[in-house]
Every structure is written in structure tokens, then in C-alpha cells.
């Protein structure tokens, strides 16, 4: 079965800087990994999706994220943090011909001003 | 038009009574998703609708019965909750019933059960 894991419940960081959240995936054949945003309150919105099109994928609000096959990686970056970002993220996983997806346990991040 | 509505927004209910929760999506997607989130937890899928067929039930108690009227609509109705029962539900729709396609969430219903 295919799972994620992401690597720290809660990231601070400061406006203006670099954004990184990490995911790491676990999947015997190729996976489908997605990016959701969920702001307090909210539903989840899709940011971003790899489907072995392209390694390195942009998404929306300047997030990209890119799959590293050697690593297991999908991490989620963004150049500059915005007090607009802070929201739970989650990674989430799946393969093809699976009808369900797995999400991550989400990382919560908040941006300081 | 890339909305899934819920309604109603908030719930509060007892033990005893019965209540819906309805979702609604009108962009012609044929698969539609129930799932319940508890408080900073991930997402855990409840139900998934195929072409207005139930295709998944992770399941649940029967204390929750899916029912899916016609493809743009998705009712949960509820029965005899537990105060446990207490979480954010949330709908969602895709193009295909397939995981790899991208779901679209709706905002969610806040339920409370006293």
C-alpha cells in the first residue's frame, strides 16, 4: 500500500523567507502525489499535482514542488513566505486504477510577521 | 464553475435526532466523496459514489447512510450520532472516479453532536 509521511507537524518561518515542507512518499509503483492548502475553516484546495509529466511542478500562490525518484520526495517550496500562507498543508498520495487517496498527517505552517 | 456547496454550514444535533448534510456540484463530475476530519487531523474518507453507484464504504457505522439522488447531488444523512461523531464533514467531487484525478472540496459542515 501506498502512504506519505510528512516530516514536521508545525514550520515557522518568518515573512519573506523560504518556504519548505517536506513530504516523503512510499509507493511500489509510480504514484500520483498531490499538494493540498487548507485554510482554518475551509475545505482543501489543490495546489499542486504530479502526475510523471514533468519532476519539477509549479502550482498555484508561487508554490512548486518536485519529485525526486532517488529520494522519494515531494517536497512543497515557496521563494517567500506570505502571512496570507499560513494554513495546514497536506501531501497526499495515490497510484493508478486506486480509487482512494492517502493524506498525509499535515503540517501546519505559520508565517510571522 | 469549480464549486462543491455544502449546507448547512454549522450543525448541532442530539443524540436522538436525525439530520442531512447535502453537497452539491454542478460541473458534470461523476464521482463524489464523503469524508470526516477531526480536529488537526487529515481528511479520512467515509464514502466514495461512482456514477451515482456507492463504490466505497470505508465502513462506516450505519449510523450514517450515504444517498446520492442524481450526479450532482450527495446527501449524508445522520441517525443516532455519538457525541464522538463531532467533526468537520467534508464533500468532494471529481471529473472521474479514478484517485488520480483531482478532487474538488467543498467548504464542509461543522457538525456537533451533544
Known amino acids: 500500500a501506498q502512504s506519505v509521511t510528512q516530516l514536521g507537524s508545525h514550520v515557522s518561518v518568518s515573512e519573506g523567507a523560504l518556504v519548505l515542507l517536506r513530504c516523503n512518499y512510499s509507493s511500489s509503483v509510480p504514484p500520483y502525489l498531490f499538494w493540498y492548502v487548507q485554510y482554518p475553516n475551509q475545505g482543501l484546495q489543490l495546489l499542486l499535482k504530479y502526475t510523471s509529466a514533468a519532476t519539477l511542478v509549479k502550482g498555484i500562490n508561487g508554490f512548486e514542488a518536485e519529485f525526486k525518484k532517488s529520494e522519494t520526495s515531494f517536497h512543497l517550496t515557496k521563494p517567500s513566505a506570505h502571512m496570507r500562507d499560513a494554513a495546514e498543508y497536506f501531501c497526499a498520495v495515490t497510484i493508478q486504477g486506486y480509487q482512494k487517496v492517502t493524506f498525509g498527517t499535515g503540517t501546519k505552517l505559520q508565517v510571522i510577521p | 464553475d469549480t464549486e462543491v456547496t455544502q449546507t448547512p454550514k454549522h450543525l448541532v444535533m442530539g443524540m436522538t435526532n436525525k439530520k442531512s448534510l447535502k453537497c452539491e456540484q454542478h460541473m458534470g463530475h461523476r464521482a463524489m466523496y464523503w469524508y470526516k476530519q477531526k480536529a488537526k487531523k487529515p481528511p479520512e474518507l467515509m464514502f466514495v459514489?461512482?456514477?451515482?453507484?456507492?463504490?466505497i464504504n470505508e465502513s462506516v457505522p450505519s449510523r450514517f447512510s450515504p444517498e446520492c439522488p442524481n450526479s450532482s447531488l450527495l446527501n449524508l444523512h445522520l441517525h443516532a450520532l455519538q457525541p464522538e461523531d463531532s467533526a468537520l464533514y467534508l464533500c468532494?467531487?471529481?471529473?472521474?472516479?479514478?484517485?488520480?484525478?483531482?478532487?474538488?472540496f467543498g467548504p464542509g459542515t461543522r457538525l456537533t453532536v451533544l
Open positions: 459514489y461512482s456514477y451515482e453507484k456507492l463504490s
Open positions: 468532494a467531487s471529481s471529473q472521474d472516479p479514478r484517485g488520480t484525478d483531482t478532487q474538488y
